[in-house]
C-alpha cells in the first residue's frame, strides 16, 4: 500500500494531519466564541428596551407583545412566534404563540407602554389617563406625570390611579403605588434607550430579588459570593503557604516528602462535589452539630450551625483550593535560587529569618498567583455549595448592624446556585432564561477577570525573575 | 435541610473569627414591637407565594419583615415544634407523627389553616393531540406497577388513540428528583403508591420539567399547576364519573380535579390566646381578596369564596 | 568562643524563636496534610456502616449511576481526546511562537468557564436545538473535519502567494472563518439531505428502522458540553509535555529527511508520549468527577443503556441533588457516600498514575537534554 501510492501517504502524512490538527484548535477557538458572543448578546440584551409590536390576527384577535422567538411548527412548514403579552391578571399567562401565518398585519405604534407592576408582573398596552389629586392627565402629559412620579422615592409619591387599555380594549385601573418601572420602548430615542438600558444593567447589579427571584438584581448574589471568596481565602492562604514552606523548606526531601507532594497534587483533581460530601458529613454534621449540642442546646432541634452556613461553605471550598495554593506556592518557592538561603545563613541568620526576610518576600508574587487561582476556582464551583450552605433566597444578609456584625452560621446567596436556582427552580422557565443569561455573562466575567489577573502576575513575575537572574 | 432561623427572645451567638476559631458568647435582647421580624419555616414550593406575602406585608407596614426558610415541608413540623417558628407553610397536611408531637410538647394542636389551592398536572407539549387522560393511563404511562388497575403499561404514542399519528415513538417522560415533595405526592395520588419507571428524566426543579416537555413534541411530564405556561399543555384527567376534567381555577377550587390539594399553613396559637400583631397581619393579609391575589399571582389557586369567609372566623 | 555579633542575651531568643516558627510551621504543614488525608478516613468510615444493610441492594441501586458516570466520561472523552489532542499538537510543534503565546492562554481560559453555566447552556440550549436538529448536528460531526481536510487540499492546490499570505503556522486563526462558513453550509445542507436520504426525519427512522429511542438530554449532549469543559485541561498538558521535547530530537529527525509531520509522529510523539497519556488521564479524572454539566444536561434517568441518545445518571449529579435532603445515618446518606467514594478512589488512582507517569517523563527529558 505504502509502495503503491507513496506520494498519496506523504501528501496525507505532512499535507492533511496537520491540517486536522490546525482545524482542533480552530474548533476550540470557535467554540469558545461562539459560547462568549451568545452570553454577551443575551446576557446584555435581556436589559436593551425591546420593541414592541402590535399583531392582528386573522381571527381579528390583537396582541400587543414582546417577540422572543420563532419555533417550526410540528408537520408544517411555517414558524410560531413567541410574545411576551405580560398582562398575566387578565389573560391568565405571560406569553402567547402565535403561527406566523394567522398574522394579518403587525405595527410598531409609538403609544404602547410597559408597566412593571406587583403582584402580577409586567403589564403591556396603552396609558390612557393618569386620575392623581382630582386632576386627570392624558397623552404625553401622563407619560411625563408617570416618569416623575417613579423618580420619587416612595413615600414623596402622591397617591392615584392609572387608566389603562389592553391590547383588546378593556380597561384596567392600576394603582400608582404598585408600579415599580414605567417604560415607552418604542417612543424612545436610541440614547434614551442607550440610557435606559445603563440604568437597568446598574438595577441589576445593585437590587436585591424581587417577586420570589423572577425580577430584579442580583446584589445580595454577588454580596454573598464575593464574601464567601474572601472568607475563604482567609483560610485557605495562610495554611496552604504553611504546609508549601514545611513541605519545600523544612522537611527532608526523602521519599516521603515526594508522596506527599504527589497526593497534594492529586487533591487538585479530585472531583469538587467529594470536597462537598466531606464539608456535609465533617464540618456540617460533626463539628457544627457538636457545636450546637455544646452552645446551642437551648435552640435545638432547630440547629444553628448544624446546618450548611457560611463558615462551612468557605472551609470547604478553602480545603478545595488548599491545592492549588500549595503548588503555586511550592513553585514559587522551588524557583528561588538555594544561593539566596545560603547567603542569608551565611550572614547568621537563623531559620526564621531566613524565611521571613529573604524566601518569602521573593516568593510573594507566587503566593499571589496561587490565591488568585484559588479564588478563580472557588468563585465558578457550585456543587459542594449546593450541600454546604448556599440558599435560594437568604433574606438576611450574612453581614449586618446586629452584632457579631459577620454571621458565619447564616445560609447566603451564589450567583453560580442562583444560575442554577433561576433557570431549574424558577417560576416561569421561559420568563428567567434572559435572566439566567445576564447571570451566567456576570459569573463568566468575574471568574474571568480573576483569571486574568493570575495570567499576568505570573507573565509579570516570570519577567521580573528574568530580570534579576 | 433545617432551618438556621435565629428564635427571637434570648440568644447565645457564637462566633468563630477566622481560623483561629475564638468563640465568644453574648445575650441580646429582644424586640417586641408591630414590626419586627416574622419568621417562618417550611415548604418549598409555597417559597415564592410566602415570600410574595411578604413583600407586600412589608409595602404595608415597612416595620414588619418576614424571613422564610424554604426547606421542604418535612422541615416545617420539626421548627413548629421546637418554637423556631410560629408559622409553618406546608404544601402537605401534617401526618399523625408531626401532630403527635406538638401536643406533647405544648398540650394541644397546631391551628391549621387553609391558604391556597394547588395541583400536580401532567403536561405534553403544546401541539399534542392529547387532551385528555384517565387516572389508569397516567398510572400505565408513569408507572412499572400497575396499582391503579391498568392492563398494561403504556410506552408509546401510538399506543394511545388521540396519538395513534403523531407524534411518535416512546413517550419521552419527566419528572421531579427523589427528593422533592412533587415526586412524592405524584408517585402516592396519580400512581396508587406504586413505582415510578426508571427512564424518568428527573429534572432538579419544576420549571425545567416544563422547559424540557415545551421543547420537545414526543415528551410527557408532571409538575405543579404554578408552573404552568403556554409552552405546554395541561392535560384533562377523568374523574370516577367519567368526566374529563381540565386543571381549570375552578375545577381545583371545587376540588373536582382529581390531583388538586390545598396548601397549609400551621400556626402555634395556644386556645384563647391572640396572636402578636405581626403574625396577626399576615395572616389577615393571606384571607383578605389581596392576599388571594397574589395566589393566583403566584400561579397558585385561590380559595373558594365560601371557605375564605368560614376560616376568617378564627379567633 | 564566636564574637558576638548582637547582644548575647537576644542569641537565645532567636534560637528560641527559631524552634518555635520552625516548629509552628511543621505542625501547620503537617495538620494540613492530615486534614487532606481526613477526607479519605472520612468518606470510608461513614461508608462502613453499609456492610450492615446487606449488599444486594447497594449493587444495584449504584451500578446503574457508575455505569452512567462511566459513559458520560467517555462520551466527553470521544469528544475531547482528538480535538484536545490535535490542538496540542498543533501549537507545540506547528504554530509560529507568537500565535502561540497568545493562543495557549486563551485556549487555558477555557477551563475558567464555571461548569453550571455550560451545563445551563448544554440543557436549556443545546439539548432542545440538537432534538429539533439532530441531523445538522450529525452532519457537522462528520462535515468539520472532511472541511478541514478539504482546507489543507485546497492550500496545496493554491498559487504560492496565497499560500505565503495564509501559512500553515496561522492556520489555527484563519481556518477560524473557513469553518464557520462550512459549519453554515453543513447546517444549510441539512434539510435536504435529511428530505432526499433519511425520509424526511431522522428520529421517525432511528425509532421505526432501529427501535433506537431518542431523549432530549443524552449522552451526546453531555458529551459535547462536558468534552468541551475538559478539552483545556487535556490540551494544556499534553501541549506542555509536547512542547518540552528537546528540540535537538526534532532537528536530528528533520535532519535525516523526515517531514515535520514524521518527526512529530515518529519521535516527538513516542518521546512525549507518558506526557500525553498523563493529559488524558487528567482529563478522565476531570470527566468523572464534573457535576453541575451532568446535573443539568443529563436528564437524570439511571438507566443501562449504551445508546448515546439514551440520558445516563452519574454519581456526582445523584450526590448533589440527594444528599442535602438525606438523612445522615440512613440509607441513602451512606449509599451516596460510597458513590463519593467511588469517585474519589477513582479520581486519586488516575491522577496519581498520571502524576508517575509524568515525573518519569521529566527525568527522560533531563537525561536526554543533558546526553545531548
Known amino acids: 500500500m505504502r509502495r503503491l501510492t507513496p506520494r498519496l501517504y506523504n501528501a496525507l502524512h505532512s499535507g492533511l494531519w496537520p491540517w486536522l490538527c490546525a482545524a482542533c484548535v480552530a474548533l476550540s477557538l470557535l467554540m469558545l466564541t461562539a459560547l462568549l458572543t451568545l452570553l454577551i448578546t443575551r446576557g446584555l440584551g435581556h436589559f436593551w428596551p425591546a420593541t414592541l409590536e402590535e399583531v392582528t390576527l386573522v381571527s381579528g384577535d390583537v396582541v400587543i407583545g414582546q417577540p422572543v422567538r420563532e419555533a417550526p411548527l410540528p408537520n408544517a412548514d411555517s414558524l410560531e412566534r413567541l410574545y411576551f403579552t405580560g398582562n398575566r391578571d387578565i389573560t391568565g399567562a405571560n406569553w402567547r404563540w402565535v403561527a406566523i401565518e394567522d398574522i394579518r398585519h403587525q405595527t410598531v405604534p409609538n403609544d404602547l407602554i410597559r408597566l412593571e407592576r406587583s403582584p402580577w408582573g409586567d403589564f403591556l398596552g396603552r396609558l390612557t389617563a393618569v386620575e392623581s389629586e382630582g386632576q386627570r392627565l392624558t397623552g404625553q402629559e401622563a407619560w411625563a406625570f408617570v416618569n416623575n412620579t417613579l423618580a420619587k422615592p416612595a413615600s414623596q409619591r402622591p397617591a392615584g390611579q392609572l387608566l389603562l387599555t389592553t391590547a383588546d380594549g378593556q380597561t384596567l385601573y392600576q394603582s400608582l403605588d404598585s408600579v415599580t418601572h414605567f417604560q415607552t420602548p418604542n417612543a424612545m430615542s436610541w440614547g434614551q434607550k442607550v440610557v435606559t438600558w445603563g440604568q437597568r444593567i446598574w438595577q441589576f447589579l445593585s437590587e436585591g430579588p424581587r417577586a420570589a427571584n423572577t425580577g430584579g438584581g442580583v446584589w445580595p448574589a454577588i454580596f454573598g459570593t464575593v464574601l464567601m471568596v474572601i472568607l475563604m481565602s482567609v483560610i485557605v492562604t495562610p495554611f496552604g503557604v504553611l504546609a508549601a514552606i514545611y513541605l519545600n523548606e523544612i522537611a527532608h526531601q526523602n521519599r516521603l516528602t515526594h508522596l506527599v507532594r504527589i497526593g497534594v497534587r492529586n487533591l487538585a483533581g479530585v472531583p469538587s462535589i467529594v470536597y462537598g460530601v466531606f464539608g456535609l458529613g465533617v464540618f456540617v454534621y460533626g463539628i457544627g452539630g457538636s457545636i450546637d449540642s455544646w452552645f446551642f442546646s437551648d435552640e435545638l432541634p432547630s440547629p444553628t450551625f448544624g446546618t450548611g452556613g457560611l463558615l462551612w461553605a468557605s472551609l470547604t471550598l478553602a480545603l478545595l483550593t488548599l491545592p492549588v495554593v500549595i503548588v503555586a506556592t511550592e513553585e514559587g518557592l522551588a524557583r528561588i535560587p538555594d544561593t539566596q538561603r545560603e547567603g542569608a545563613v551565611a550572614l547568621g541568620a537563623t531559620r526564621l529569618e531566613t524565611l521571613t526576610r529573604v524566601v518569602l518576600p521573593m516568593a510573594t508574587p507566587a503566593i499571589l498567583t496561587g490565591m488568585i487561582l484559588a479564588v478563580a476556582r472557588a468563585a465558578g464551583e457550585v456543587a459542594p455549595l449546593m450541600l454546604v450552605g448556599v440558599a435560594k433566597l437568604a433574606p438576611q444578609m450574612p453581614v449586618d448592624g446586629e452584632f457579631p456584625y459577620l454571621h458565619l452560621e447564616r445560609k447566603f446567596m451564589h450567583l453560580g446556585y442562583h444560575l442554577f436556582d433561576t433557570a431549574f427552580h424558577g417560576e416561569d422557565v421561559q420568563a428567567a432564561i434572559p435572566l439566567v443569561f445576564a447571570i451566567a455573562l456576570l459569573l463568566v466575567l468575574i471568574v474571568l477577570a480573576l483569571n486574568l489577573t493570575a495570567i499576568f502576575l505570573r507573565h509579570y513575575l516570570r519577567r521580573q525573575r528574568g530580570n534579576e537572574c | 435541610m433545617k432551618s438556621y432561623c435565629i428564635r427571637r427572645g434570648n440568644k447565645y451567638r457564637l462566633l468563630l473569627t477566622g481560623w483561629l476559631m475564638l468563640v465568644t458568647t453574648m445575650a441580646s435582647g429582644q424586640t417586641a414591637t408591630v414590626g419586627g421580624t416574622l419568621g417562618a419555616v417550611g415548604s418549598d414550593t409555597m417559597a415564592g407565594l410566602v415570600l410574595r406575602w411578604g413583600e407586600a406585608l412589608n409595602t404595608r407596614y415597612p416595620d414588619i419583615t418576614l424571613q422564610f426558610q424554604a426547606g421542604g415541608s418535612a422541615s416545617a413540623p420539626p421548627a413548629l415544634v421546637a418554637g423556631t417558628t410560629r408559622l409553618a407553610p406546608m404544601s402537605r397536611p401534617m401526618t399523625q407523627d408531626e401532630r403527635q408531637q406538638f401536643l406533647d410538647r405544648y398540650g394541644y394542636p397546631p391551628l391549621e389553616l387553609r391558604v391556597a389551592r394547588d395541583a400536580l398536572v401532567v403536561v405534553v407539549h403544546r401541539h399534542n393531540p392529547l387532551n385528555t387522560l384517565t387516572r389508569q393511563q397516567v398510572d400505565a404511562i408513569f408507572s412499572t406497577s400497575l396499582a391503579c388497575g391498568a392492563q398494561q403499561p403504556i410506552r408509546r404514542w401510538d399506543a394511545l388513540p388521540a396519538t395513534a399519528e403523531w407524534p411518535f415513538g416512546q413517550i419521552a417522560l419527566h419528572g421531579r428528583n427523589l427528593a422533592s415533595g412533587t415526586h412524592g405526592l405524584f408517585q402516592s395520588s396519580a400512581l396508587c403508591n406504586g413505582q415510578f419507571r426508571r427512564d424518568i428524566s428527573e429534572h432538579p426543579g419544576s420549571s425545567a420539567v416544563i422547559a424540557a416537555v415545551g421543547e420537545s413534541p414526543n415528551a410527557m411530564g408532571y409538575a405543579g399547576y404554578n408552573h404552568l405556561s403556554p409552552m405546554v399543555k395541561g392535560l384533562s384527567l377523568m374523574d370516577a364519573q367519567g368526566n374529563a376534567i381540565a386543571p381549570s381555577v375552578s375545577a381545583i377550587q371545587r376540588d373536582e380535579y382529581p390531583l388538586s390539594r390545598y396548601l397549609y399553613l400551621y400556626v402555634n396559637l395556644p386556645p384563647g390566646d391572640v396572636l402578636p400583631p405581626a403574625e396577626q397581619a399576615f395572616i389577615s393579609l393571606i384571607f383578605s381578596d389581596k392576599g388571594q391575589q397574589i395566589v393566583q399571582a403566584a400561579g397558585f389557586v385561590p380559595l373558594p369564596e365560601h371557605h375564605r369567609g368560614a376560616q376568617q372566623q378564627w379567633p | ?372
Not at chain 3, 24 to 39: N, S
Not at chain 3, 72 to 82: G, H
Not at chain 3, 210 to 219: E, I, K, M, S, V
Open chain 3, 1 to 372: 568562643m564566636t564574637p558576638p555579633r548582637l547582644p548575647l542575651s537576644r542569641q537565645p531568643l532567636r534560637q528560641l524563636q527559631d524552634r518555635i516558627a520552625t516548629g509552628l510551621i511543621t505542625a501547620g504543614g503537617i495538620g494540613v496534610l492530615l486534614a487532606i488525608l481526613a477526607i479519605g478516613v472520612f468518606l470510608i468510615w461513614e461508608t462502613l456502616p453499609l456492610l450492615s444493610f446487606g449488599d444486594a441492594l447497594t449493587l444495584s441501586t449504584l451500578s446503574p449511576l457508575a455505569w452512567g458516570t462511566l459513559k458520560a466520561a467517555l462520551a466527553a472523552m470521544l469528544f475531547a481526546t482528538p480535538i484536545a489532542l490535535g490542538a496540542a499538537m498543533y501549537s507545540a510543534l506547528f504554530m509560529s511562537s507568537r500565535l502561540r503565546s497568545r493562543i495557549k492562554p486563551t485556549l487555558e481560559l477555557m477551563e475558567a468557564i464555571p461548569g453550571v453555566v455550560i451545563g445551563f447552556i448544554a440543557g436549556l440550549l443545546l439539548a432542545p436545538w440538537v432534538e429539533r436538529n439532530l441531523t445538522s448536528t450529525l452532519l457537522l460531526i462528520m462535515w468539520l473535519p472532511l472541511s478541514a481536510a478539504l482546507a489543507g487540499g485546497l492550500w496545496h492546490l493554491a498559487v504560492a502567494r496565497l499560500r505565503k499570505r495564509l501559512p500553515l503556522s496561522l492556520a489555527g486563526i484563519w481556518l477560524i472563518p473557513w469553518l464557520a462558513c462550512m459549519a453554515a453550509l453543513a447546517l444549510w445542507l441539512a434539510p435536504l439531505i435529511e428530505q432526499h436520504w433519511l425520509g424526511g426525519d431522522l428520529r421517525r427512522l432511528l425509532d421505526q428502522r432501529y427501535g433506537l429511542d431518542y431523549a432530549t438530554r443524552n449522552a451526546l449532549i453531555v458529551g459535547i458540553a462536558m468534552g468541551f469543559a475538559i478539552i483545556p485541561s487535556i490540551y494544556s498538558l499534553a501541549e506542555d509535555a509536547l512542547a518540552d521535547v528537546p528540540h535537538s530530537l526534532m532537528e536530528g529527525a528533520q535532519a535525516l529527511g523526515a517531514s515535520r509531520w514524521q518527526a512529530l509522529w515518529k519521535v516527538a510523539l513516542p518521546t512525549a508520549g507518558p506526557g500525553v497519556f498523563s493529559a488524558v488521564m487528567i482529563g478522565a479524572g476531570r470527566a468523572v468527577g464534573e457535576t453541575m454539566i451532568v446535573l443539568m444536561a443529563s436528564g437524570n434517568t439511571a438507566l443501562f443503556s449504551a445508546s448515546p441518545f439514551e440520558g445516563l445518571r452519574s454519581f456526582s449529579a445523584s450526590i448533589a441533588i440527594e444528599l442535602p435532603e438525606a438523612t445522615p445515618g440512613g440509607l441513602t446518606y451512606h449509599l451516596l457516600i460510597l458513590a463519593a467514594l467511588a469517585l474519589f478512589i477513582f479520581t486519586f488512582v488516575v491522577n496519581t498514575l498520571a502524576e508517575v507517569v509524568r515525573q518519569r517523563l521529566r527525568r527522560r527529558y533531563q537525561r536526554l537534554g543533558g546526553a545531548l
